[in-house]
């Protein structure tokens, strides 16, 4: 696929997030691995409702910009987690209502913010590591992010948001999604007698994949 369609297929998806109010203000960025260890991220301060594929920010793997506007301040935990994930092609953080919500718990399981009770929660995403909060844009979160790369595809960041990873950038999109209605539901099912699913059917969803 050439760099200007990934731009376009980028700018396309973040809009349909915004429109869908996945995000609100200038609230949220996303980025995506090109080749030659370049990195497309959305610059700082843009709506995702209304960027333009020749305002995104081309970085190199040290930060550096080639092309585009100012990145995103959060551009530091994005190359981060590319650098300890070869696994992860694209990356989603949003501040969407539930997920953001659910961030502002005070006593979340550090481990895993959502037990599992639908089978598409286990098959995208699994389970919700939980980083400390620091400030937007603060090292600290890109320390921590690149810590736990690997423990997961996706990170609540405490009193802020979610941050998502996903093969491609269809793949991230389509995972927070389905963990931001995982959220939803959560909230609705509050003080209800949830069944969770158990071991076995867990184990029996990640053997055989999406
Ligand atoms: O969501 C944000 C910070 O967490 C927005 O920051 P940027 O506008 O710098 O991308």
Redesign the pocket.
């Given at each position: 696929m050439s760099e200007q369609q990934q731009k376009i297929d980028l700018v396309n998806l973040a809009r349909s997030l915004f429109e869908r109010g996945y995000s609100v203000g200038?609230?949220?960025?996303i980025s995506l691995r090109l080749s030659g260890n370049r990195f497309l991220v959305?610059p700082?301060?843009?709506s995702l409702g209304r960027l333009k594929a020749e305002d995104l920010s081309v970085l190199d793997s040290d930060g550096n910009l080639l092309e585009g506007k100012k990145p995103?301040?959060?551009s530091v935990f994005h190359l981060a987690m590319y650098q300890r994930n070869p696994a992860c092609n694209a990356i989603v953080?949003l501040?969407s209502t539930y997920l953001t919500a659910l961030s502002c718990l005070d006593n979340l399981d550090p481990s895993n913010a959502i037990n599992a009770f639908t089978p598409y929660y286990v098959m995208r995403v699994g389970k919700l590591p939980v980083i400390p909060y620091y400030r937007?844009?603060s090292p600290e979160i890109a320390r921590e992010l690149s810590e736990r790369a690997l423990d997961g595809k996706a990170f609540l960041l405490a009193n802020?948001?979610v941050v998502v990873c996903g093969s491609d950038l269809f793949d991230a999109v389509d995972n927070t999604e389905e963990l931001e209605e995982t959220a939803k539901l959560m909230f609705l099912l509050k003080g209800q007698n949830v069944r969770y699913l158990t071991d076995d059917e867990v184990n029996d969803l990640k053997n055989r994949g999406k």
């Open positions: 200038g609230a949220g960025n959305t700082t301060g843009s995103s301040k959060e953080h501040h937007p844009g802020h948001g």
